[in-house]
């Protein structure tokens, strides 16, 4: 498990608890968000190393690992990607 104890994008020590999430597709555990006070940033504290993290991640669901636009929140999602991916690009 890696920890951080700043924040991982400015280095800031000023991070407290913003909220509570749980994964309800694959592992059904809770996770803790922190936000950064100095740039605003979300991220988790805790979370798996590149050996453990792969678990969270296999599934035939899991719709990022999905192209086709059945059901309306793949279409959504696809649409949201292809969006950020020509915003990152320029």
């Not at 924040?7 to 996770?31: A, T, V, W």
């Not at 803790?32 to 969270?56: A, H, M, N, W």
């Amino acid at each position: 498990m890696i920890t951080h104890s700043v924040c991982p994008l400015c280095s800031s020590g000023g991070i407290s608890q913003y909220l509570k999430c749980r994964d309800h597709l694959l592992s059904r555990e809770e996770f803790d968000l922190f936000k950064c006070r100095e740039c605003g940033f979300v991220f988790t504290s805790k979370y798996p190393d590149e050996q453990e993290i792969g678990r969270y991640y296999e599934s035939d669901e899991y719709i990022s690992h999905d192209d086709s636009a059945r059901g309306f929140l793949n279409f959504i999602y696809l649409r949201a990607r292809s969006l950020m991916l020509k915003r990152k690009r320029k």
